[in-house]
């Protein structure tokens, strides 16, 4: 039998694409999810398959594998800013309790463990680009805490097993991605961008709009992780696209894309809300060889014939969990 490996928030928009991934590749899949942001519609066309199995498990509860494990690639948690604000005990539990359990998994099955750290534990930078040796400007009690300080928990503790345990242990600190399955009401600027234009809505930037991202398709993300994984390297490794834009400027792109008749309106900027952010990707150049190839204008194309697929329902409505069916407990 092939290699095995765990993938969690399996459901949600980067773990669904890691499943198909690591699929493809002949792996037998084991997804967990416990669904609260996740969508089973992401993984439906696997379930079925003989090396895919679904558990609908909370990970911040003690987690029970049978059999062998090989990897655990760890990418449960909510992952916007309008989600810390909704289910924020959740987002810190996934990324501690949560954390904790899974390297105790790792640790049980001697599996290699890979988790999903983000851009957000460099807060709001004072570094431009943020290089991994930065350490971070993070309000602990502010909106985006709940999230920031998980993860950067979640780095701590995962290091400390791999210096302590002597575990395997993958970080990758993950910078704005889009792409296909993205949730259409996260609050996230593309979905929230394309999703009102596809409405007929004014599409609404915070603030002055001056702030910047570095958004990365997700096709090339998940080449960097599959990457990182396989490579010798223990310490954070930053995985984004370097082609940084204002979000005034990403809003002209997305009506130039959609040929919506709609006006940009402007809304207040959101407390904390990052002024300015572009990965520093020597690393992962250097150690994994990698650099993002899709261009925005490709890559939004593809994701916009994705959003512009959905049904008037899925458009509209906010509630899209409804494949209890499938199931396994
Ligand atoms: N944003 C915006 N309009 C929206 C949603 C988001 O102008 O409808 C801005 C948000 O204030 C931030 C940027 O877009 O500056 C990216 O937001 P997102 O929530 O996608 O991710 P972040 O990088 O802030 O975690």
């Given at each position: 039998m092939g290699k095995s490996v765990l993938i969690t928030g399996a459901a949600g928009f980067l773990g669904s694409h890691l499943c198909d991934r690591f699929y493809k590749e002949g792996f037998r899949v084991l997804a967990m999810d416990?669904?609260?942001?996740?969508?089973l519609k992401n993984i439906e066309?696997?379930?079925?398959?003989?090396?895919f199995e679904f558990y609908h498990h909370d990970v911040s509860k003690y987690v029970h594998v049978s059999g062998e494990l090989d990897y655990i690639l760890h990418f449960a948690s909510p992952a916007s800013p309008i989600d810390y604000l909704k289910i924020p005990i959740q987002t810190l539990k996934v990324g501690s309790l949560g954390t904790h359990n899974l390297l105790g998994l790792a640790k049980a099955k001697n599996a290699r463990m890979l988790i999903a750290s983000?851009?957000?534990?460099?807060?709001?930078?004072?570094?431009?680009?943020?290089?991994?040796e930065y350490y971070g400007n993070v309000?602990?009690?502010?909106?985006?805490g709940v999230y920031d300080e998980a993860k950067r928990f979640q780095e701590a503790m995962t290091m400390a097993y791999h210096t302590y345990h002597g575990l395997e242990t993958r970080i990758v600190r993950i910078f704005n991605t889009y792409g296909?399955?993205?949730?259409?009401?996260?609050?996230?600027?593309l979905p929230a961008f394309i999703g009102q234009a596809l409405r007929g809505e004014d599409l609404t930037v915070f603030g002055d709009g001056s702030q910047t991202r570095s958004f990365c398709y997700v096709d090339d993300l998940i080449e960097g992780i599959y990457r990182l994984l396989f490579s010798d390297y223990a310490y954070p490794v930053n995985i984004g696209n370097p082609d940084e834009i204002t979000i005034s400027q990403f809003a002209e792109e997305i009506i130039k894309l959609t040929g919506t008749n709609q006006k940009v309106v402007y809304k207040p900027l959101p407390k904390d809300d990052p002024m300015q952010r572009q990965p520093n990707t020597d690393k992962a150049r250097e150690i994994l060889g990698w650099e993002a190839k899709v261009s925005r204008a490709e890559g939004l194309k593809i994701t916009y014939d994705y959003f512009k697929s959905l049904s008037k329902e899925e458009l509209f409505t906010k509630d899209h969990n409804n494949f209890e069916g499938y199931i396994k407990k």
């Amino acid at each position: 039998m092939g290699k095995s490996v765990l993938i969690t928030g399996a459901a949600g928009f980067l773990g669904s694409h890691l499943c198909d991934r690591f699929y493809k590749e002949g792996f037998r899949v084991l997804a967990m999810d416990n669904l609260i942001t996740g969508n089973l519609k992401n993984i439906e066309h696997l379930f079925g398959k003989e090396n895919f199995e679904f558990y609908h498990h909370d990970v911040s509860k003690y987690v029970h594998v049978s059999g062998e494990l090989d990897y655990i690639l760890h990418f449960a948690s909510p992952a916007s800013p309008i989600d810390y604000l909704k289910i924020p005990i959740q987002t810190l539990k996934v990324g501690s309790l949560g954390t904790h359990n899974l390297l105790g998994l790792a640790k049980a099955k001697n599996a290699r463990m890979l988790i999903a750290s983000t851009s957000e534990v460099y807060g709001d930078p004072m570094v431009h680009p943020q290089t991994e040796e930065y350490y971070g400007n993070v309000n602990p009690v502010g909106p985006r805490g709940v999230y920031d300080e998980a993860k950067r928990f979640q780095e701590a503790m995962t290091m400390a097993y791999h210096t302590y345990h002597g575990l395997e242990t993958r970080i990758v600190r993950i910078f704005n991605t889009y792409g296909p399955r993205m949730r259409l009401n996260d609050g996230r600027v593309l979905p929230a961008f394309i999703g009102q234009a596809l409405r007929g809505e004014d599409l609404t930037v915070f603030g002055d709009g001056s702030q910047t991202r570095s958004f990365c398709y997700v096709d090339d993300l998940i080449e960097g992780i599959y990457r990182l994984l396989f490579s010798d390297y223990a310490y954070p490794v930053n995985i984004g696209n370097p082609d940084e834009i204002t979000i005034s400027q990403f809003a002209e792109e997305i009506i130039k894309l959609t040929g919506t008749n709609q006006k940009v309106v402007y809304k207040p900027l959101p407390k904390d809300d990052p002024m300015q952010r572009q990965p520093n990707t020597d690393k992962a150049r250097e150690i994994l060889g990698w650099e993002a190839k899709v261009s925005r204008a490709e890559g939004l194309k593809i994701t916009y014939d994705y959003f512009k697929s959905l049904s008037k329902e899925e458009l509209f409505t906010k509630d899209h969990n409804n494949f209890e069916g499938y199931i396994k407990k």
